[in-house]
């Protein structure tokens, strides 16, 4: 278990000193450099030059790409021209709203596709398995933004039970708490309904899978419950390409987050990337990426030694 965890952890390091310099090229590839991208219309030889000179984009390439490192090594991220705030500083509220919003619908997804997956592996092929697929079906295929929008017109424009937008101020004297989480609900409630339908089929199918096994019938010979099977065994062993799935769906999750932020105007790390890619606010972006980027390989790190616990006989070789 223990080898398996550095040889993943390895593999993970490998792939963020890759992304890293992913974006660290991808930036300097831009159509005349940065400095034209930060500049848009207002670019003249003069300007880049002088934002070249500030930014140290006069430098040699592989000398840039050393003190870029050096500034991710320090927390330095760049400098947004939009807020003109430090990136790392600007980052912190943004990307805990995200955390706290992305932790709550993935956790409840994840028992939701649990319980689902449980019914339509046990009544695999009968209506109840097949009513679970229209659901899972309806809502895989609807658009982030569809789902987000019915969803503020029946509970918040016609009911006017629950905000359409915005956040409460954790940072406020006396933060309420009950205002904060009215404001979660429905960001929280569209990004589980549109993750929970592909998890939930293709756990219902590892399900029915391990159902058929030899290990199921020997058990039911012995006279063993099928509830205990079920609970004891078969989840166990079914939770394994579910938590793989989890970890691979992260940029996906994310990737639909960035429209349900801006739906419901959110201030996370979505409606962040939004704004500032209307704004052209690059060095934002590319600290984003970044994060992302850190955040789906620490994903799939977490994804391997989870399976690793409930199966020790993985090498992931």
């Known amino acids: 278990m223990m080898g398996m965890v550095l040889r993943r952890a390895a593999s993970s390091c490998l792939s963020v000193f890759i992304l890293v310099t992913l974006v660290f090229f991808m930036a300097h590839l831009t159509p005349g450099g940065p400095a034209y991208s930060i500049l848009g219309q207002k670019a003249t030889l003069a300007s880049v030059a002088q ?184 989840l166990r062993n079914a939770l394994r390409p579910l938590v793989t799935m989890l970890g691979l769906s992260f940029p996906y999750i994310f990737t639909g987050g960035v429209i349900v932020e801006s739906v419901f105007n959110y201030p996370g790390l979505g409606w962040l990337m939004w704004r500032s890619a209307l704004s052209q606010d690059y060095p934002v972006l590319i600290a984003i990426v970044l994060v992302i980027g850190l955040l789906t390989v620490i994903g799939n790190l977490l994804a391997d030694i989870v399976n690793g616990l409930l199966d020790p006989r993985a090498s992931y070789e």
């Open 51 to 234: 934002v070249n000179a500030r930014l140290g984009l006069d430098q040699p390439l592989l000398k840039q790409y050393g003190i870029w490192w050096w500034h991710l090594a320090q927390g330095q991220l760049g400098y947004s021209y939009l807020l003109n705030r430090p990136v790392s500083a600007l980052l912190w509220g943004y990307e805990r709203n995200t955390l706290i919003f992305y932790s709550i619908a993935i956790f409840l997804s994840t028992v939701l596709a649990i319980l689902l997956g449980l019914i339509q592996g046990v009544y695999f092929n009968r209506w109840q398995a097949k009513l679970i697929g229209a659901f899972q079906l309806g809502f895989y295929a609807a658009p982030p933004f569809f789902v987000a929008a019915m969803l503020v017109l029946w509970f918040s424009v016609q009911a006017g039970w629950l905000p359409a937008s915005g956040i409460t101020n954790l940072r406020a004297e006396h933060p309420s708490l009950g205002a904060y989480a009215a404001h979660l609900v429905l960001p929280v409630i569209t990004v589980t309904l549109l993750t929970v339908s592909p998890l939930s089929r293709y756990f219902g199918e590892a399900v029915h899978e391990e159902l058929g096994k030899d290990y199921v019938r020997t058990a039911q010979a012995k006279g063993v419950g099928f509830t205990r099977i079920l609970l004891a065994h078969v």
